[in-house]
């Protein structure tokens, strides 16, 4: 698999819901970040976790990264219709300028 | 909040045709990239740009491509003799720089049609 692959490519859940995807790399990184992207629109940065880091907070959102089995998961607690997008790990290696690797990405749909 | 801008919003263009996209990075961040995403498939990346120069490009980033910071402001993607698989969605983005724990700010994109 490529650097930053996410999994499930496709969830579909119900408002209320929590929603959970995982990310898996394969470098070592300096850092990994989580970016969600409407249909068609820009990337907005979600969280960023350092990899000393093991786990972090954001409103609803919750990531972890295991850098010993080199995967990070993002929740998103109780769901909302807006929380619809597409969701993509970033990974910046070690050895780069910040160079980002993204996964393919998480698809969520969240129906009312 | 500041942010990174793009334009223009939406470019089409004639397969062979130069064109130049432009972004304004965040005023005082330092480290410069360009990513495309060709519809339907994951972002790459494609160049980053530090001190004026490029620090890193990858293999998509060929002859056809150069990037510029002509002031203080700007920052710009040409691409020399479009082709059909260039259209994509372009996105610059930028970071403050002091180590590489910051997260990086993407501007809206750039989408970019060949015909």
């Known amino acids: 698999s490529q650097q930053g692959e996410e999994d499930p490519q496709a969830l579909s859940i119900q408002e209320g819901e929590n929603a959970t995807m995982n990310c898996s790399y394969k470098t070592s990184i300096n850092n990994l970040q989580w970016y969600r992207q409407n249909s068609g629109r820009g990337l907005v940065h979600l969280i960023l976790i350092r990899s000393n880091e093991r786990e972090k907070h954001s409103g609803r959102l919750r990531v972890t990264l295991d850098t010993s089995k080199k995967s990070s998961s993002l929740l998103i607690t109780a769901s909302r219709a807006a929380d619809t997008a597409s969701y993509f790990c970033?990974?910046?290696?070690?050895?780069?300028?910040?160079?980002?690797?993204f996964g393919a990405g998480t698809q969520v749909v969240v129906t009312p | 909040e500041p942010e990174v801008t793009q334009t223009p919003s939406h470019q089409v263009t004639q397969m062979g045709q130069e064109v130049i996209l432009r972004c304004v990075p965040i005023s005082n961040h330092l480290y410069f990239y360009w990513y495309r995403q060709i519809l339907g498939q994951k972002v790459e990346f494609l160049v980053s740009f530090y001190n004026n120069e490029i620090s890193e490009k990858s293999e998509i980033f060929d002859d056809q491509f150069s990037v510029e910071r002509p002031d203080g402001s700007n920052f710009t993607l040409k691409i020399r003799s479009t082709k059909l698989e260039d259209s994509a969605m372009y996105f610059c983005a930028s970071r403050l720089g002091g180590g590489q724990y910051n997260e990086q700010f993407f501007g809206p994109g750039t989408r970019l049609t060949v015909l």
């Open positions: 970033a990974t910046v290696p070690t050895d780069s300028w910040g160079k980002f690797q």
